[in-house]
């Protein structure tokens, strides 16, 4: 079955405790990003990767990291989580065709973190 | 800046009834558009795709227009069902470098419908 996972589905952590999300899709997708959804602001970028080894900065990247070593996964990294990175996370990929991408985005179920 | 809005935050529509959720975007340089559906307590969900040299794309009960002139977009469903009840993201893929592509994300619009 082609899908997108992410673990942990649910994270209560402390400020300043380092994480990782992991993200992992069975599609041979090219372009992999991360989102963060709050209430009233919708989906916003954090990260994107237009193919292994090219990472670069959505539009709220402070505070988080990511890496493409390998094609099928891009975890998502919290050196130092603060409260207001409480949040719900989504991973997605989708194909490129050639570089033009993304298209049709395929979502993980999404990643609950708490950080108190 | 450039973005992507809606019009209603939400919409009630009667069981069987057409629905249409409204799209504005700012870009005039994208040309390619997404729509999404966010049940409650999942991922957004592929719906439906246009690319900009196209006015109109259908798919199974669903239909997505767009207006270039006014920049607008929209996403009637037709019979809607309770089933339909989530909220709708409408998403546009633009260039955010050499190369380098990234969809923007409307706030959404919630749709409920009525039995």
């Known amino acids: 079955e082609a899908q997108v996972t992410q673990n942990p589905r649910y994270l209560i952590t402390v400020t300043g405790k380092k994480l990782t999300v992991t993200c992992s899709q069975n599609?041979?997708?090219?372009?992999m990003s991360w989102y963060r959804q709050d209430p009233g602001l919708g989906l916003r970028q954090i990260y994107y990767s237009m193919n292994v080894e090219v990472t670069d900065k959505g539009d709220v990247p402070e505070g988080y990291k990511v890496s493409r070593k390998e094609k099928r996964n891009f975890p998502l990294i919290l050196e130092s989580p603060s409260p207001n990175q409480t949040s719900l996370y989504f991973c997605a990929s989708s194909f490129s065709a050639g570089g033009g991408g993304p298209y049709e985005q395929y979502f993980g179920p999404g990643t609950r973190l708490t950080v108190t | 800046g450039e973005s992507v809005g809606l019009h209603l935050p939400t919409l009630s529509v009667q069981e069987g009834d057409n629905s249409i959720i409204n799209c504005a975007y700012s870009?005039?340089?994208?040309?390619?558009f997404i729509w999404y559906k966010q049940e409650s307590g999942k991922g957004p969900q592929f719906i439906i795709d246009i690319r900009s040299n196209m006015d109109k794309r259908q798919g199974q009960r669903v239909t997505v227009l767009l207006n270039k002139t006014v920049k607008h977009l929209s996403l009637q469903i037709a019979a809607t069902q309770p089933g339909d009840s989530a909220v709708y993201f409408c998403a546009e893929k633009r260039r955010s470098g050499a190369g380098s592509y990234q969809l923007t994300f409307g706030k959404g619009t919630k749709l409920s419908v009525i039995p």
């Open positions: 599609m041979n997708h090219e372009y």
């Open positions: 870009n005039s340089a994208s040309d390619y």
